[in-house]
């Protein structure tokens, strides 16, 4: 996969991180970032970085290999929600096929995205892993 270096490094906050955008006037919170909430239309919201943390919702594997992509065939897509209320898509990882259910608890984890093969660089970006209890 091929990125631009500086692309890939401006946008490195939204990669490494889950970034809410939460209305000041509603309260209500969004997944990414605006500059008006999403729900009211008010300019009064503020950035604030979630905890990572979520239940599945749903989800679905896939055995769809993608060109010039790393591949860990099959991939688990799974729907978040996170604490903070909102629906993100993401890939589950460090789970078994058979451990995967709706209401497992996840968290945010830093992983190998791709990389431009054979010294190129490699991307690194957020997957969701299953909560290990007790830590
Ligand atoms: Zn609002």
Redesign the pocket.
Known sequence: MKYSIPKFWRRKEGYYQIILTK?R????VAFFTYVR?P????SN?ELVKSCGRGVVEEFTISYNRVEEGEEYLPKIIAIVRLNEGVRVVGELVDIDLSEVKEGVEVEAVLRRFSSDDPHGLIYYGLKFAPVIKGA
């Not at 006037?25 to 209500?28: D, R, W, Y």
């Not at 729900?39 to 008010?42: A, L, R």
């Open positions: 209305c006037e509603c309260g209500k909430c729900y009211c239309g008010s919201v």
